[in-house]
């Protein structure tokens, strides 16, 4: 079945489809992406939770650092015991700290921080702290791991160590080395950077649209490309050409006008609202029920309007399959982390309890951030965690305000529900630590065909953006300037 990749620029808004079905729906905002680098100053140490507070943006929340995520930052030589030493002998207050970011802020708290700095690229992976060689346990083959490994060897600079994504596989010798010298390259000019910076500083962001959408999930010369501009196809042939991929896929990048209907066409609108939503409809008439709180996500499953002639505890068990294969993907599109607790039907064997379980873990195989289900306890709940690596839909766009005003858009496209959202979060910004910019000079063609259409859509032409809430869907990086 063939993949696509839709990009649009213009909404800072990426999405990837198979099978007929939104996998993933990608963001980029402004601020506090994961493996950005930052130049930080230690605000505040906490010794009794061996940790400190590091300041790597005055407009936004301070990140946290544990003990255990400063390497090579210690005053002695001694790297062994560096999960038993005090933080306190580590950082003092007002220091200079290089740091990157491993997961993005919630709604409370900052992100979390680590000086082990990585710099990933599309086959390989550079550790400038670490000599080791790793290799993706999903290469399976003997003789190709025992290839890249001696590749590695040969490849690797002294001080520094290399991880190989599955990627890599079929790739030859030279694209790698090109990559790596490209890594190496980014290394030695951010410590340049660092070394004549004031702190804090923003060094090298991880907010490309089209590089991380390109980079993470483009597989195969079957994978369909389709932009909302000139500039953003150009830059997929870039890469593409960069990564030495085949030359129909090159040529396969195609440029769409109307975005509503292609978010349509391939469900993205869809998903789209069942992501904003609350309720989530099952195909046999029962429906689940998403509550996120603070400390954790309550997912209750209901049977709705079923009806279906079977026999009471099959039927049970039917809802509760169907059930665990949506929740499956509603917490990679939703992206929720942390502790998820479900609700499903209660079920009389333990016979079907195990097949139920045997089948929601079969269906979190696939996702990426490694959902644990912990187990299933005497009151018929299900208890698993989801690493949490980048912030949730929920946090994204806010629901807790946006929910009461976006349950009613079943029926709008995809443009009026953003631009819906846009204006009540500019009607209630007293609640967000928010700043509006001024009016934005657009001269690229395609993005002013996009800008009017909107505008008389809601007759309402867009000045104003709210960054914080929004992240930054009509920000454009080189085609437009901001008149201060």
Not at 69 to 92: C, E, G, M, P, Q
Not at 241 to 257: E, F, H, M, P, R
């Amino acid at each position: 079945m063939q993949k696509k990749i839709i990009i649009s620029e213009f909404y800072n808004l990426a999405a990837v489809i198979h099978k007929d079905k939104v996998e993933e729906l990608l963001f980029t905002t402004k601020h506090y992406q994961v493996n950005s680098i930052y130049l930080g100053v230690v605000n505040k140490i906490f010794p009794s939770l061996n940790a400190a507070f590091v300041n790597i943006d005055n407009k936004y929340k301070s990140g946290f650092i544990h003990s255990s995520d400063l390497h090579f930052v210690k005053r002695s030589r001694d790297f062994n015991n560096t999960y038993s030493v005090a933080i306190s002998d580590i950082l003092t207050s007002g220091q200079k700290i290089l740091v990157q970011i491993t997961k993005e802020p919630a709604l409370n708290k900052g992100p979390r921080l680590t000086t082990n700095l990585t710099f990933v690229g599309r086959y390989i992976v550079l550790l400038p702290f670490s000599k080791s060689i790793c290799i993706s346990k999903t290469v399976s083959d003997s003789n190709e791991r025992n290839y890249l490994k001696a590749l590695a060897v040969l490849l690797k600079p002294v001080t520094m160590g290399l991880l190989l994504k599955p990627s890599i596989v079929g790739v030859s010798e030279e694209v790698i080395i090109n990559e790596l010298k490209y890594l190496k390259a980014q290394w030695n000019f951010i410590q340049k950077l660092a070394c004549i910076s004031p702190a804090p500083k923003k060094l090298c962001g991880n907010d490309n649209l089209v590089y991380k959408a390109m980079r993470d999930f483009y597989v195969d010369q079957n994978t369909s490309i389709l932009a909302d501009s000139n500039y953003a196809a150009y830059c997929i042939r870039k890469y593409l050409n960069k990564w030495a991929c085949s030359l129909a896929t090159k040529n396969n990048v195609q440029i769409y006008n109307d975005c509503n209907s292609i978010f349509e066409l391939n469900g993205i609108t869809l998903a789209f609202k069942q992501a904003i939503s609350n309720k989530v409809d099952l195909p046999l008439g029962a429906y689940i029920f998403i509550d996120k709180l603070e400390a954790l996500t309550i997912i209750d499953v209901n049977s709705g309007g079923f009806n279906k002639p079977v026999t009471s505890h099959s039927a049970v068990l039917k809802i509760n399959l169907e059930a665990a294969k949506e929740i499956s993907y509603q917490l990679k599109l939703r992206n929720i982390s942390g502790l998820i607790i479900i609700d499903f039907i209660d079920m009389q064997f333990q016979q079907d309890q195990l097949q139920l379980l045997k089948y929601f873990h079969k269906c979190l195989e696939q996702d990426v951030a490694a959902p644990q289900i912990v187990q299933l306890s005497e009151l018929g709940l299900v208890e698993l965690t989801r690493r949490r690596t980048k912030q949730s839909f929920s946090e994204v766009f806010s629901s807790s305000y946006s929910q009461p005003i976006l349950q009613n858009f079943r029926d709008k496209t995809f443009v009026q529900i953003l631009n819906t959202e846009l204006k009540y979060f500019q009607f209630n910004c007293q609640h967000f630590d928010c700043y509006t910019l001024p009016s934005v000079s657009i001269s690229n063609s395609s993005i002013i065909s996009y800008q009017s259409k909107i505008s008389s859509d809601l007759n309402n032409p867009i000045k104003h953006i709210n960054p914080t809430v929004f992240s930054h869907y009509y920000s454009i990086q080189r085609d437009s300037k901001i008149i201060t």
